[in-house]
């Protein structure tokens, strides 16, 4: 059977090597980004290029959006020539994007009365999973949809779940990222006291990745702050904005309350910078100042 044809909108950090797996899987992937030289490399591996989204919807079978925010959704989609404009039917389209349930379930409906199937598919996992297709694939919508995507979500991820209808896929990735906001915190703060207490941060470390709670997660960020170096791999500003949405949509509980106001503050100064660098924040906020 033939490949779906695919329209991709968005290459960040998350986008482009996504792209590039199906690529090698074979999938005929037609791309778009407003910034046209983010498409370069992808176009010289196989990919199309088109200079408006709406080609797309000649060009593919599926549509798939991996962008910031809602902002940048709605635009795509109810902006100046969005895409809602000349949406036909019998197209798919998954969005894996990071954004409110709510705003799931609104672009659903409106794609619907279209005659367009719509999937919320957002992925836990950075920049690695994405180029290893090893990410964690939560889907939102109709079930035979999801099957149809499948083939997709295989050569993207290590495993996909369909939890319910539209918005649900959402629902499930705030859930994870404000544990991932515990996790990141909870590593800065036991850092930061330790070092108060007279323990250099390489051997709290070191115990830590020994111990029972060490996680694949603290791994990864060890050398970011041994080396008192942040470049994002997930930037926190965008850690900051899922933990907003979940608050949005009814976060109560204390610490869950505590962490969001944490992140937001710092993304001010520190958002473009990787979500670890919540660690000197609080360490500037404490006034800590030791060497690492």
């Known amino acids: 059977m033939d490949k779906q044809r695919i329209g991709w909108i968005g290459l960040g950090n998350m986008g482009t090597p996504m792209v590039r797996n199906l690529l090698k899987a074979g999938f005929p992937v037609t791309v778009y980004n407003r910034t046209a030289s983010r498409a370069e490399a992808l176009v010289a591996e196989g990919a199309g290029f088109v ?17 910031a925010d809602d902002a940048a959704l709605h635009n795509i989609y109810k902006g100046s020539d969005g895409l809602l404009e000349t ?6 389209v998954i969005d894996m994007s990071t954004v409110s349930p709510a705003t799931s379930r609104e672009l659903a409906t409106l794609l619907e009365a279209k005659g367009v199937e719509y999937l919320d598919a957002p992925v836990s996992g950075s920049v690695k999973p994405a180029e290893t297709g090893q990410l964690v694939i ?28 539209q918005g649900a896929g959402n629902s499930a990735k705030l859930a994870i990222n404000l544990l991932l906001a515990f996790n990141t915190q909870g590593l800065a703060e036991s850092v930061l006291f330790a070092r108060e207490n007279g323990i250099a941060s390489k051997d709290m470390l070191a115990i830590i990745n020994e111990s029972a709670v060490g996680n694949a997660l603290i791994k990864i960020k060890t050398p970011l702050i041994e080396s008192d170096q942040y470049q994002p791999a997930f930037a926190l500003k965008l ?26 503050e710092a993304a001010h100064e520190w958002g473009d910078k990787d979500m670890m ?3 000197p ?9 030791e060497p690492f």
């Open 51 to 67: 200079t408006h989204p709406s080609e797309l919807w000649d060009k593919a079978d599926v549509l798939i959006t991996m962008v």
């Open 87 to 92: 949406a036909p039917a019998g197209k798919v």
């Open 138 to 165: 939560m889907v939102g919508g109709k079930k035979s949809v999801y099957e149809s995507a499948r083939p997709i979500f295989e050569k993207l991820g290590k495993v996909s779940f369909l939890l319910g209808e």
């Open 239 to 264: 850690l900051a904005k899922d933990l907003r949405l979940a608050k949005e949509q009814g976060l109560q509980t204390p610490a869950g309350l505590a962490i969001e106001e944490c992140f937001r």
């Open 277 to 279: 660098a919540i660690l």
């Open 281 to 289: 924040y609080l360490s500037s906020e404490v006034g800590q100042q």
